[in-house]
DNA sequence: CATGGTAAG
DNA sequence: CTTATCATG
């Protein structure tokens, strides 16, 4: 873990698939958070009512959170210890608009316009709703990239954006190609959003260079965790320009299975503005 | 609790409503069942498939199990040290043929023809289907009553009843007069059950003599348990001639919240066969 | 293998 | 306050 709070000039962000925020405090995500010196926390799966999660993340914060329509599901948000210019809720279909997946916070650093998005695409299931449904948020979600990058300021969409970009991003991948989450056309997405001239740059990738991993997430079951049997599918999209800021790109991997507080590992990015 | 195998000459009955099997085994119930030397134990709200039943009681019993239809809910069962002569499910009304509310056993201990029989009534609730459900289980109840006290051989019916007899068998009774499990409807079908003339003694009643309790359920809930504010609506009840067999009746009521494996204590007779 | 909601107790 | 199931991940 690194120091406890972020560099001179720096800004730190991180993101997080909490797979409920009330699980997550009872396993110790508090004490995570005290020692991380976080200035903007964006979560995903936060599956509790607004109250609840207010209640949990104390008053130091400027919270905006999307619940989903169905109560327990879903559900994002952006935290952020300095007061936002503008919130937004939805990805711009208005299909999505009650699905607790798409949240957007408008802050300005030190001068500069930051927008800053936390996104939950769906899992998806082969052959299912679920997987058309998130073939339609990709949609939209090219569509926002291409607003932000033609926008003034920064930009970073981040979350668990639930796609295994290239085969580094996955441990077992040749047994995953026909799996939701590292199905070709759902690449294909990536590729896109982060062609050059897309706008943006994958941190994370762009920080560690072209090695396996560092993966975010891992199940639950059997010795997926202690084997490093991962999937990097939480992301930091940023912008070319903030992109090139950003100073460092950790994942919070726990030292052992009873110490995690999610399925996820916090991914954290200090860009210096 | 009491010696660790039943006294010779005497058989050892068991009535325990284990809430969910599988919990009460995490629980501790196989510690519990290990130093009690029980003949023939009776369990209501099993709660879980025949196949886990089985492979968590072990093989050293004649089971028999009756699952409802809906999973995970109610299940009532027998288990004998001894192979039985007979077995039956259902109480003679076909509407709670698949309900997991009532086995039969038939067993010749020593000679002597035994009828067992793990009842599971209803909880209800005023003014709701279940409580009209459980004014016609209870129809059934007495009139299956009628028919073994006319049977040849000793017989008793036991288990969760859900009803307390009388104001020494619950802690306040005035606050619950109007709640299932102690309206006066209810209490006037346990008046009947042990009339004089129905040929059924209340064994843990007959024993304890008048005095309040012992009861054998206390909610979850707040300080019931510690503070004994409980209800008793787990019996035996037993025919004349065995009630007049029965040497000792216990509630095996846990040392400590965090020791019991059921809401419900065990109700464990010996009868002398 | 975990989450939260649910019906039931 | 606990149980098991359920849909979801």
Redesign the pocket.
């Known amino acids: 873990m690194n120091a406890a709070s972020s560099p001179e000039e720096a800004v730190r962000i991180a993101s997080v698939n909490v ?5 997550a405090y009872k ?1 110790g995500m508090q004490q995570w958070l005290d020692g991380r010196g976080v200035d903007i926390l964006c979560l995903q ?1 936060v ?3 607004d109250a609840v999660v207010r209640s949990l993340l104390g008053e130091n914060w400027h919270i905006h959170h999307a619940e989903a329509e169905a ?3 879903a559900g994002v948000l952006i935290a952020s210890r300095q007061e936002p210019v503008a919130v937004r809720t939805g990805i711009g279909d208005s299909y999505f608009d009650t699905a607790g997946r798409w949240v957007e916070m408008d802050l300005e650093i030190r001068g500069s316009a930051l927008t800053v998005v936390s996104a939950y695409v ?2 998806g ?1 082969v052959g299912t709703q ?1 997987q058309d449904d998130k073939y339609r948020f990709l949609d939209a979600l090219g569509e926002r990239l291409a607003a932000l990058r033609d926008g003034a300021g920064h930009a970073v969409v981040l979350g668990d954006l639930n796609v295994g970009h290239t085969q580094r991003d996955i441990r077992n991948w040749k047994g995953n190609v026909k799996k939701a989450g590292f199905l070709p056309e759902e690449r294909a997405y990536f590729d896109r959003f982060l062609s050059d001239g897309s706008g943006f740059v994958d941190v994370a990738r762009s920080l560690a260079g072209d090695v396996d991993g560092p993966y975010t997430w891992w199940s ?3 010795q997926a965790f202690d084997n490093d049997t991962g999937w990097r599918i939480d992301y930091q999209l940023a912008t070319q320009d903030l992109a090139a800021r950003a100073v460092s790109a950790d994942v919070d991997r726990a030292p052992s299975w009873d110490t995690r507080f999610s399925d996820h590992a916090p991914l954290v990015v200090d860009y210096r503005i």
């Open positions: 797979n409920g925020i009330r699980a396993r799966e599956r509790a009512p109560k327990g599901r769906h899992s299931e679920k639950w079951r059997g």
